[in-house]
């Protein structure tokens, strides 16, 4: 199973994305989080944030979670602005693919900032940050919308938690 966690910067997509991590982790079922930020780092160097190069990251995080989620749970922690990557994912990974909406209005993702980008760009020192100064395209039919602003961490890890049936408990026939 691959769950897609897709939203703006600060929405929570790796905050979730471990405490699902934790839950699977207490439940037995082994799982890899694919961060954004790590995998660009690792395998994106080269690539900057035009849409041609966030599309060719997309892309490269697409062939490692098909890889992955052969032997494990895969939870995907990436901006993924574009409508037309987020797609081709499902064309490519279904029928083991989700997409979470992680959903935060954009002056809340502000005051959390965990990173700083969005004063950075405030000051004018980021360019292309996704929802302030770069298109955010919405997810028309995500299998699931968690709102960060009105659900705690734990309930939004629970609902996505609820799309993964290897966390489901197994029924012991007796
Ligand atoms: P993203 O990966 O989407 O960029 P992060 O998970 O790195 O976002 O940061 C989200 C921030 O918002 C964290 O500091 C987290 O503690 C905080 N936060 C507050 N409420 C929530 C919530 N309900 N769900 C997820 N994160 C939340």
């Not at 770069?134 to 997810?139: A, K, L, Q, S």
Request: with cysteine.
């Amino acid at each position: 199973m691959i769950i897609w966690l897709t939203g703006l910067p600060g929405a929570g997509k790796t905050t979730i994305a471990y405490k699902v991590k934790a839950m699977l982790a207490a439940q037995g079922v082994e799982s890899e989080i694919l961060d954004g930020d790590e995998v660009r780092k690792k395998i994106s160097a080269d690539l900057g944030f035009s849409p041609e190069d966030r599309a060719t990251h997309n892309r490269r995080v697409i062939d490692i979670a098909k890889k992955l989620s052969e032997d494990r749970v895969v939870l995907i922690s990436l901006i993924s602005p574009i409508r037309s990557v987020r797609n081709h994912a499902r064309e490519v990974l279904s029928p083991r693919f989700a997409e979470v909406y992680v959903k935060c209005p954009l002056e809340v993702c502000m005051k959390r900032d965990p990173k700083g980008l969005y004063a950075k760009a405030v000051r004018g020192e980021v360019k292309n940050l996704t929802g302030y100064n770069d298109p955010y395209e919405d997810p028309l039919e995500p299998e699931l919308v968690i709102h960060t602003d009105r659900e705690t961490v734990d309930e939004s890890a629970c609902r996505v938690l609820s799309l993964i049936p290897q966390s489901q408990p197994k029924s012991i026939p007796r």
